[in-house]
């Protein structure tokens, strides 16, 4: 048994130097996910990222170089490329009268920063980014690490998880941030027109362990740019942080007309998310997310359905100097009624039409390794 | 993403040095092995002084979640909070780069906290 320095030591220990501005890193994703319908095509239906099945995964490998403002007029820059299954389905589907990819968005879903910012003196300081930046609206990140769970929710694979345009955020004061951005769609590699949409968010600490957020999306995201046919999108979250256990609800709703439907039918899709970890003791968590999706119209899962699912998640962590080491054991059970809904199974019903089920379970082993400098 | 590290001398005993009681011309009481983990359980018992029992890594861990989400002039709800032997591993995202430096000092200044590694990222 040690004797340590009470708090009054604590405080005597030395202020810290002025930190390297620039700082630099690297992050490895990989995994294996057990699929129980064992599906010839290896995927994961409706699933954006973790997209593969039943086969070694390297889902994600980034590098970065960042610098962030520190104080009035002082600029930063943030340039990142990332590879790995997790990057397909950055590219859009090329569709009629809505999405298609830009050119060279192939090659562009391995960008993800590219951005510069100044932090004007005003006020508190009100940053400025313009590029490729971060999305502005998930609780999840795009990047496992992040997360609680290693496979992402629905709602934040159908979300923006990276913006294309400018951005501003202003602290009003301790408890309260609001930001404001114009983008160039919903999809920043998606080119359905020439017109800006807009993005505003709201930050606030209602009380010290409480919080609340809403993020909006309003702009068109089709070729035909009549404002009846802009697309609306809310996120709201409430956050709550305990001392061993965080508990996050996530609800999204959107909806937009639809040009190339017969009767331009008001299209509409909604979901919500249960974000849950329990720090267990050293570097043990236990992270729990029950979740559902209904994708009405089929306007982003390209299926009209109703999904829900529960992921489990057991994480382990070390650090090792500037390395962070991460495994995760996760059991996610996923249900998908309605239309078209459903996972992919073994065998064909035809030759070319892979069979489908109602459900799917699947066991994850992860493996996350990052490097900061 | 940024990180800074801050390390303090490993704190060897902060306990001020006992003085003697024995009267002189006394006989000498010597202090066995017995003697020492009777004060110790002493200290560890009644938090005695500035001097305390080591804090595991989960008290560390709590003390320091509890002082950054109950600030009050910095909202640091998004900070996640790891220690290893007793080294705090600060992540996550905050509105202000004066808010990770906060976020910083409020970790150094829990007890127990032998080093700080900052990689709390402003967010754009």
Same mark, same amino acid.
């Given at each position: ?23 630099? @890193?690297?992050? /490895?994703?990989?995994?294996? *996910? &057990? ?8 995927? !994961?239906?409706? =699933? #954006? ?73 005003? @006020?508190?300081? /009100?940053?400025?980014?313009? *590029? &490729? ?8 990140? !795009?990047?496992? =690490? #992040? ?227 | ?124």
């Amino acid at each position: 048994m040690a004797l340590c320095a009470g708090p009054a030591a604590a405080e005597s220990m030395p202020e810290k130097t002025e930190p390297n501005p620039w700082q630099y @890193g690297a992050l /490895l994703d990989v995994s294996y *996910g &057990l699929n129980f319908n064992f599906p010839e095509n290896h995927q !994961f239906r409706s =699933k #954006q990222t973790t997209p593969r099945t039943n086969e070694f995964s390297p889902n994600m490998a980034l590098g970065y170089v960042h610098k962030e403002p520190h104080r009035a007029r002082d600029w930063g820059v943030e340039l990142a490329g990332q590879a790995g299954y997790d990057t397909d389905a950055l590219v859009p589907r090329e569709q009629e009268a809505r999405d298609r990819p830009v050119p060279g968005a192939d090659l562009l879903r391995h960008l993800a920063r590219a951005n510069v910012s100044y932090l004007a003196p005003i @006020g508190s300081g /009100l940053l400025l980014t313009a *590029g &490729l930046m971060k999305g502005y609206i998930n609780f999840e990140s !795009f990047y496992a =690490k #992040q997360n609680f769970n290693y496979s992402r929710s629905y709602l934040t694979d159908y979300s923006p998880n990276f913006v294309f345009g400018v951005g501003s955020r202003y602290a009003i004061n301790h408890n309260v941030d609001v930001g404001f951005h114009v983008m160039n769609g919903f999809q920043h590699l998606a080119h359905a027109n020439d017109l800006p949409s807009y993005g505003a968010e709201l930050d606030w600490r209602v009380t010290k362990r409480l919080a609340v957020a809403q993020n909006l999306y309003y702009g068109p995201d089709q070729a035909d740019t009549s404002l009846r046919y802009w697309r609306f999108f809310s996120d709201t979250q409430v956050q709550w942080r305990g001392d061993e256990v965080t508990i996050v609800l996530a609800y999204d709703i959107g909806t937009e007309r639809a040009v190339d439907q017969p009767d331009q039918a008001r299209t509409f899709w909604t979901g919500a998310a249960l974000f849950t970890r329990w720090d267990l003791s050293g570097p043990w968590s236990l992270a729990v997310r029950p979740e559902w999706f209904w994708d009405r119209n089929g306007r982003l899962t390209e299926f009209e359905q109703l999904l829900w699912a529960v992921t489990t998640t057991l994480e382990y962590h070390r650090h090792v100097g500037p390395q962070l080491w991460l495994t995760r054991l996760e059991y996610r059970y996923d249900h998908s009624t309605g239309q078209d809904g459903g996972f992919f199974r073994d065998g064909d019903i035809a030759p070319g039409v892979p069979r489908l089920a109602s459900s799917q379970h699947l066991l994850l082993l992860s493996l996350i390794w990052a490097f900061d400098s | 993403m940024v990180q800074t590290v801050d390390r303090m001398d490993k704190p060897t005993s902060a306990c001020p040095p006992v003085k003697s009681t024995q009267r002189e011309g006394a006989p000498m009481i010597t202090a066995g092995p017995w003697t020492a983990l009777i004060v110790l359980i002493a200290f560890a018992i009644t938090g005695n002084g500035a001097c305390r029992v080591r804090k595991t890594d989960d008290e560390l861990g709590r003390a320091v979640k509890q002082a950054l989400y109950d600030e009050p002039a910095a909202n640091l709800l998004q900070v996640d909070v790891t220690v290893e032997s007793g080294t705090v591993y600060l992540s996550g995202e905050v509105d202000l780069y004066a808010f990770k430096e906060r976020a910083g000092q409020l970790a150094r200044g829990v007890g127990g906290v032998t080093a700080v590694v900052n990689k709390v990222q402003v967010q754009p």
